[in-house]
């Protein structure tokens, strides 16, 4: 039974692992900006902290505890949110921050969810600001677990809204393919290679699809006549250069988006949801 910190506790996937962690019997300790905001369910303590401030008391969260898990970082959403800055700007520094403290604190390992391809896709933004933190990690002396994530699912939340108005984009001729995989799923791949000691794990989903395939379940799940579109890369290129001085966030991640439509993203299989079965519930 380890006692786990665990900082992005409200997003996501950290509130999966928050729930992983306790159903197998550990002590989950939820690290939260705001914790009134979210539901924290398997939580044992919940501490509040940004880790962005100097003044966090990080001391006080990491105290007795042995594992740090983290799935802090800048909202990958391609709605509008309050945060712009790039992701190099926000991840990499809160990162840091919480391993500097866990180091300080004598904790034996840290675990970090960065993105499949790392290195084979490097040259994005969104992951080399990843990719970095993972080298910074490796260099600390710490004990590492690096899961390298393909999608989850509740990014195909902005195709499925999307769609409702237009047609599905497509950055390639919808042929690359991928094994996408839900939060859940995800949580228990994480936690298992904690308890396992893996120092870099990648985790996929149970079901490769076509990012044709993957356009026409969220079709199916709003009930509408799939109509996809192919974007030409200059314009891709223009809508990025144009989105880039005013909201650095969601050109790194359309950069990233038009990347792996064009490219294979597999990983080992985990869980059991399917893409389609979530996108017809939500
Ligand atoms: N989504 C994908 O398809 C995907 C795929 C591969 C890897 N990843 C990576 O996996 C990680 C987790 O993703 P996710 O989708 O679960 O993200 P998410 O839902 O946006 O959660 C990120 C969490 O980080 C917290 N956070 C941000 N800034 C913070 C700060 N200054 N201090 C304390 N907490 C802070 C947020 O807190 P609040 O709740 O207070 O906002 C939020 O709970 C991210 O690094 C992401 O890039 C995502």
Same mark, same amino acid.
Not at 141 to 155: E, H, K, M
Not at 156 to 177: E, K, T, V
């Given at each position: 039974? *380890?006692?786990?910190?665990? =900082?992005?506790?409200?997003?996501?996937?950290?509130?999966?692992?928050?729930?992983?962690? %306790?159903?197998?019997?550990?002590? =989950?300790?939820?690290?939260?900006? !705001?914790?009134? *905001?979210? !539901?924290?369910?398997?939580?044992?303590?919940?501490?509040?902290?940004?880790? %962005? !401030?100097?003044? =966090?008391? &990080?001391?006080?969260?990491?105290?007795?505890?042995?594992?740090?898990? %983290?799935?802090?970082?800048?909202?990958?959403?391609?709605?509008?949110?309050?945060?712009?800055?790039?992701?190099?700007?926000?991840? /990499?520094?809160?990162?840091?921050?919480?391993?500097?403290?866990?180091?300080?604190?004598?904790?034996?390992?840290?675990?970090?969810?960065?993105?499949?391809?790392?290195?084979?896709?490097?040259?994005?933004?969104?992951?080399?600001?990843?990719?970095?933190?993972?080298?910074? &990690?490796?260099?600390?002396?710490?004990?590492?677990?690096?899961? +390298?994530?393909?999608?989850?699912?509740? %990014?195909?939340?902005?195709? &499925?809204?999307?769609?409702?108005?237009?047609?599905?984009?497509?950055?390639?001729?919808?042929?690359?393919?991928?094994?996408?995989?839900?939060?859940?799923?995800?949580?228990?791949?994480?936690?298992?290679?904690?308890?396992?000691?893996?120092?870099?794990?990648?985790?996929?989903?149970?079901?490769?699809?076509?990012?044709?395939?993957?356009?026409?379940?969220?079709?199916?799940?709003?009930? *509408?006549?799939?109509?996809?579109?192919?974007?030409?890369?200059? /314009?891709?290129?223009?809508?990025? +250069? &144009?989105?880039?001085?005013?909201?650095?966030?969601?050109?790194?991640? /359309?950069?990233?988006? =038009?990347?792996?439509?064009?490219?294979?993203? /597999?990983?080992?299989?985990?869980?059991?949801?399917?893409?389609?079965?979530?996108?017809?519930?939500?």
């Amino acid at each position: 039974m *380890k006692r786990v910190l665990v =900082a992005g506790a409200g997003g996501h996937l950290g509130r999966h692992v928050v729930a992983e962690l %306790s159903a197998r019997g550990h002590r =989950a300790r939820a690290l939260v900006r !705001d914790p009134g *905001k979210r !539901d924290l369910a398997g939580a044992e303590e919940v501490v509040a902290a940004d880790l %962005s !401030d100097p003044e =966090a008391p &990080l001391a006080e969260a990491l105290e007795g505890v042995d594992v740090v898990f %983290s799935a802090a970082g800048q909202s990958c959403t391609m709605q509008r949110a309050v945060e712009r800055a790039s992701f190099r700007d926000v991840d /990499l520094p809160i990162n840091r921050a919480l391993l500097a403290a866990a180091r300080a604190a004598g904790v034996q390992r840290f675990a970090y969810v960065a993105v499949l391809g790392g290195e084979r896709l490097r040259h994005l933004d969104y992951v080399a600001a990843h990719e970095d933190f993972v080298g910074e &990690l490796a260099a600390s002396g710490l004990d590492r677990t690096v899961i +390298r994530a393909n999608g989850f699912f509740y %990014s195909y939340l902005d195709m &499925l809204q999307a769609i409702r108005r237009g047609p599905a984009i497509l950055f390639g001729d919808g042929s690359a393919r991928s094994n996408p995989i839900h939060e859940a799923d995800l949580a228990v791949a994480c936690v298992e290679a904690i308890e396992r000691g893996l120092e870099e794990v990648d985790v996929g989903g149970p079901e490769t699809l076509t990012r044709r395939e993957e356009a026409e379940l969220a079709f199916a799940a709003i009930g *509408k006549k799939p109509r996809l579109i192919r974007l030409p890369a200059p /314009l891709l290129g223009a809508a990025v +250069r &144009l989105l880039r001085p005013r909201d650095r966030r969601r050109a790194e991640m /359309l950069e990233f988006i =038009a990347a792996i439509g064009r490219t294979d993203m /597999l990983a080992p299989a985990h869980g059991e949801r399917r893409l389609g079965e979530y996108l017809e519930s939500s």
